[in-house]
């Protein structure tokens, strides 16, 4: 009857939720033993400047190397580090590894270390950023840290300081993801960025009907009205390549040019980069 009917759906809904917070548990019981281990990776994707043609960042992006399920993505396991705080330490860790990777490329390339909003709240994201600086000797202009709105969403004075602390180090700061979540053009006014992120959803639908066109032209021109620069993410094809050239933008970052790869990779790539740039002047 109904009742049974009932009582097996729970059931069956209730083990459901069990079985999600064991696979949970064990992730971040499998996390903790990772950062022990040192079981993770930087990959770094290139942005281009649009006009020059040359790298001009390369973007650090986790990867964790997990024993028996291979390469886990990002998307998969910082939540979980966010849930724990585990994304202080693996956050103080990328910070580290980045600034001591990004000191052996050429000085004009900066390097871009995504920073989750937990970092924000523990109050000593400001003291690691330099303490990273310290230990690599890598200058403070060449580092961008990447935030999203969600920072700016909660505690709003709090968050205001600690990008202040910030950029009183000399880093500089980038807003990602801009247009999806919680965007608000009034972010734009409360803080002044040195770059905004356009999110690949925006960048996807370019040569479209639709709006998206119109929004990264209107994102490009307040950027420069307020002296932010612009990067476009998820480009992926030489007609988006040449639209946002024609819309102002100043960089992009994509599949296009190239995917996120490994620091061995990434310095061949940039070392040839340079010659043929060289070779081209
Ligand atoms: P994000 O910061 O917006 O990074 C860009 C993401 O877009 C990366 O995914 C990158 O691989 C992907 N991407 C780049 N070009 C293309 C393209 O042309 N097409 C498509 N479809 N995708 C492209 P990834 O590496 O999986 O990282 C996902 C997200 O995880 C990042 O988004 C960032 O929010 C977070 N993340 C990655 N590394 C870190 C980290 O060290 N710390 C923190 N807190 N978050 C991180
Ligand atoms: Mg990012
Ligand atoms: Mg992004
Ligand atoms: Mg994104």
Same mark, same amino acid.
């Given at each position: 009857g109904a009742k049974s009917d009932g009582r097996r759906t729970y059931r069956f809904f209730e083990s459901g939720m069990d079985a999600r917070a064991k696979a949970r548990r064990s992730l971040e019981l499998?996390?903790?033993?990772?950062?022990?281990?040192?079981?993770? !990776?930087?990959?770094?994707?290139?942005?281009?400047?649009?006009?020059?043609?040359?790298?001009?960042?390369?973007?650090?992006?986790?990867?964790?190397?997990?024993?028996? &399920?291979?390469?886990?993505?990002?998307a998969d396991f910082?939540p979980v580090?966010e849930d724990t705080?585990?994304?202080?330490?693996?956050?103080?860790?990328?910070?580290?590894?980045?600034?001591? !990777?990004?000191?052996?490329?050429?000085?004009?390339?900066?390097?871009?270390?995504?920073?989750?909003?937990?970092?924000?709240?523990?109050?000593?994201?400001?003291?690691?950023?330099?303490?990273?600086?310290?230990?690599?000797?890598?200058?403070?202009?060449?580092? !961008?840290?990447?935030?999203?709105?969600?920072?700016?969403?909660?505690?709003?004075?709090?968050?205001?300081?600690?990008?202040?602390?910030? &950029?009183?180090?000399?880093?500089?700061?980038?807003?990602?993801?801009?247009?999806?979540?919680?965007?608000?053009?009034?972010?734009?006014?409360?803080?002044?960025?040195?770059?905004?992120?356009?999110?690949?959803?925006?960048?996807?639908?370019?040569?479209?009907?639709?709006?998206?066109?119109?929004?990264?032209?209107?994102?490009?021109?307040?950027?420069?009205?307020?002296?932010?620069?612009?990067?476009?993410?998820?480009?992926?094809?030489?007609?988006? &390549?040449?639209?946002?050239?024609?819309?102002?933008?100043? !960089?992009?970052?994509?599949?296009?040019?190239?995917?996120?790869?490994?620091?061995?990779?990434?310095?061949?790539?940039?070392?040839?980069?340079?010659?043929?740039?060289?070779?081209?002047?």
């Open positions: 499998e996390l903790r033993q990772a950062i022990a281990d040192g079981g993770f !990776e930087l990959h770094y994707q290139p942005l281009l400047h649009l006009e020059a043609g040359g790298v001009s960042c390369c973007e650090a992006l986790l990867r964790w190397r997990h024993p028996e &399920r291979g390469t886990i993505s990002p910082i580090a705080g585990l994304i202080n330490d693996l956050g103080r860790w990328v910070l580290d590894t980045a600034c001591c !990777e990004a000191v052996n490329w050429p000085e004009h390339v900066h390097i871009a270390v995504n920073v989750s909003p937990i970092q924000f709240k523990s109050e000593t994201l400001a003291l690691h950023v330099a303490a990273a600086l310290a230990a690599s000797g890598l200058s403070p202009s060449r580092l !961008e840290l990447e935030i999203t709105e969600a920072v700016l969403i909660r505690d709003d004075e709090a968050a205001l300081d600690v990008l202040h602390q910030l &950029r009183a180090l000399g880093v500089r700061i980038a807003l990602d993801d801009f247009g999806t979540g919680y965007s608000s053009l009034s972010y734009l006014q409360r803080f002044p960025f040195d770059k905004i992120k356009i999110d690949r959803t925006f960048i996807k639908d370019l040569a479209g009907t639709g709006a998206s066109s119109t929004i990264v032209q209107a994102v490009v021109n307040i950027a420069a009205a307020s002296d932010m620069t612009t990067t476009a993410e998820g480009v992926e094809t030489e007609q988006q &390549r040449s639209m946002l050239r024609v819309l102002g933008c100043t !960089e992009m970052q994509g599949y296009l040019f190239s995917r996120p790869i490994p620091a061995v990779e990434i310095r061949k790539l940039l070392s040839s980069h340079r010659e043929r740039a060289a070779s081209v002047a």
